[in-house]
């Protein structure tokens, strides 16, 4: 007899082992969804240099002092700078040099007047520009690291790469760039029952889905999943292939043999093998036999061989793993409220993970379950973007109540993981509904 | 002088444009994420045998008709079928066959009895099931198609693939999946201030971010970026490299010399290349200059040069175009609504797109400016999720206030893009608090 233990008691074991990852550097075309191994500071003032922001004129403020609509003073205008060309000779007081957005103010220069408020003339065969009103000193002038400092820290480690972080890395010279090297996530299919993909149907057999569903989530979780040939229900041939898996991932998963049937021989390997049982059945549903052990610090994971069960199982506690390694600060699902779209009326003393698909409307999440909730129907997960919780109890519940949820394709994740919220948050409703 | 239009009118310009891209296979474990080129039907029948749903006994029902805890039958066991055995010979009405979960139901049996329900024993050699209550005909017995019927459209053309999907795509034996080709996107960066990531800073000059920023927005909507050289502010130049870009890639997308400055050269580009301009301002903020033309039927974006509105631009014509291409069929930004996070008193008769990043709280977003909101800050592109929509008008906005928001980090995708709801919406917030 197994003795079930609360999802949240399982994590935590989980997460006792978790372990920093190693680091690589990649090119910065590379990097988009990559973690920073590093913090990302700034590696010279920006601007580094005085800049104007619009088009318009250097000036030396000091010679409009007596400007106006009446009598506008003339400068000579001594060239123009595009963005990029400097003016290196400067200017001095009656003078002034034309000046593209973005470019470097010329010494003798303290202010811009923009382009629209002046008007240029011809006189002498020199150019000269009009000006009509008093400029103040340091108009429109971007002084030296007005947007960022030196050494400061724009992105810390931890942080996946989005665009804008690849815009930042580009402008401050990170051709290449810092990252955690992916962890190398081991998959074991076992079972006589599965044939490979491209394998023809027998009887009594069933294609390996669990391992490219793995596959995914693996990828989508910033690990690098590794495939080991299908194991049949064979003690020997099981226990090889999770050996030499040790051997050679960061994580080692397998899915199916884990129940107490017959022909479920992982809790065999465990023993053989010498690893530290963590857990070996868990207060969920679906996935209540998932199993965890540990041996000489890496981490084992019998996954269900059910579907749904492997997928809640790696959602759960491989993600927050994976992640640990990947130098994540927020490891966990992300939580958030949302209306239940569907009646639960039959009670269960385990924890569910109903796969859903959530709609947002006027500001408000809700959340509907995907197809029938059979844990052995694939087509359930192509839609789910979330699991609702629903906290296990001699209550069932119903449509309408605020219910937490888990969001799969959200990449900012949290930083814990607090099953009792959900607990006091419907605790909170039942009470109001009965007062 | 140009005449802006308003951002509706050019998406439906840009989107006149719009079509198809091609298709290829590619292996199952590299499908992650790409966009199913066809409808995923169901190649069998889904189970295609009938199965067990429980480790337990196949047996014939009529044969426990009589009994119960008094007088149970005992049936004699031939054997033990693991899954992805079969028991080829069948069995008799006295006579049951052990099954493991998701093994095949032998001939001659129409039921099976879960094994917590019954007792083995041992009588003159042979081994025998205790059976104590009557088993109905078709209890626990998974029939054939019960999950997926064969020919079934499971994931309709236009999927993204995630997990769930790939597991799908498995179980019918799809080695090869039909997707969509990405779209190549060409990334011409102008601009003589510009330096590579590679190079040292010159006074003057500013790395080329924009690239690289663009560079993660088409991987992120599922093209596949071409980087061409950074082109000088000048006329040859800029167009030779659009016209090379436009005989390699399906789009052309430039940033900067959209202004009207003196060395802005994308206008004349367009003039000399013989295209047809779609529009050369647009009524938001920033990247009001963003331009759009097309020649021979392919389209060039006239990014503004400044990061944020070249940020924006993309987000906003770029993004949907790829989509389409991609076959997707939600190709906008999903729009939600959420709290203002901050006041905004200055009207502007543009539409504001303003970079925010999102926070859940009991069910309700709230949407909060990221860092100072200048246009020429890259940082504060970093930590941006969204877009806080504010239309264009004589009033500004409240905190407080319901606004609708663009996701720029969600897969899903909206399937139009409606300006309007916003400005109904605020309409009426705005008269429900003066009434």
């Not at 030196?150 to 580009?170: D, Q, S, W, Y």
């Not at 079972?191 to 057999?205: A, F, I, N």
């Not at 009670?347 to 509907?368: C, D, M």
């Amino acid at each position: 007899m197994r003795k079930p233990i609360k999802v949240e008691e399982a994590i935590r074991k989980v997460m006792e082992w978790t372990r920093t990852g190693r680091q690589e550097t990649v090119p910065i075309k590379e990097s988009l969804n990559r973690v920073l191994a590093k913090d990302l500071t700034a590696t010279n003032d920006v601007p580094w240099f005085k800049r104007s922001p619009y088009d318009g004129y250097a000036i030396f403020s000091g010679s409009t002092a007596e400007a106006n609509a009446d009598h506008p003073v003339l400068l000579e205008v001594l060239g123009t700078i595009g963005a990029g060309y400097t003016w290196d000779e400067g200017i001095k007081p009656d003078q002034a040099v034309k000046i593209m957005t973005g470019a470097a103010i010329p010494d003798g220069a303290d202010a811009v007047i923009m382009v629209e408020l002046t008007k240029e003339l011809e006189k002498d065969g020199k150019i000269y520009v009009q000006i009509k009103r008093k400029v103040e000193k340091g108009e429109n002038i971007v002084e030296i690291g007005e947007d960022m400092k030196k050494g400061e820290i724009l992105v810390p480690k931890g942080t996946t790469v989005n665009p804008g972080v690849m815009a930042t890395l580009a402008t401050f010279g990170y051709q290449d760039v810092p990252v955690m090297k992916k962890p190398k996530a081991a998959i074991i299919a076992t079972g006589s029952e599965l044939l490979e993909v491209d394998e023809p149907l027998e009887k009594g057999k069933i294609r390996n889905s669990n391992a490219y569903m793995l596959w995914g989530q693996v990828i989508r979780a910033g690990g690098e999943p590794v495939f080991y040939r299908l194991v049949k229900d064979d003690f020997n041939e099981t226990y090889e292939a999770v050996k030499r898996a040790l051997g050679e991932a960061d994580i080692v998963m397998t899915t199916g043999g884990v129940s107490v049937g017959d022909f479920d021989y992982i809790p065999k390997v465990y023993e053989k093998l010498g690893a530290e049982l963590l857990f070996n059945k868990v207060a969920m549903r679906p996935g209540s036999v998932t199993s965890a052990a540990v041996l000489a610090g890496k981490i084992l994971f019998g996954l269900s061989g059910n579907p749904s069960a492997c997928y809640v199982g790696f959602e759960l506690f491989v993600r927050p793993y994976l992640k640990t390694m990947l130098g994540h600060r927020n490891v966990y699902l992300k939580r958030a409220q949302a209306t239940l779209g569907e009646d639960f009326p039959k009670p269960n003393p385990f924890t569910r993970f109903v796969r859903a698909k959530l709609s947002y409307e006027a500001g408000v999440i809700h959340a509907g379950p995907v197809r029938m909730d059979k844990s052995n129907i694939v087509s359930s997960l192509i839609e789910a973007n979330a699991l609702i919780v629903l906290p296990g109890g001699s209550r069932g519940f119903t449509k309408g109540l605020q219910v937490d949820v888990l969001l799969l394709e959200d990449e900012e994740g949290a930083p814990e993981w607090d099953e009792n919220i959900t607990d006091r948050r419907l605790q909170r409703q039942r009470e109001n509904h009965f007062s």
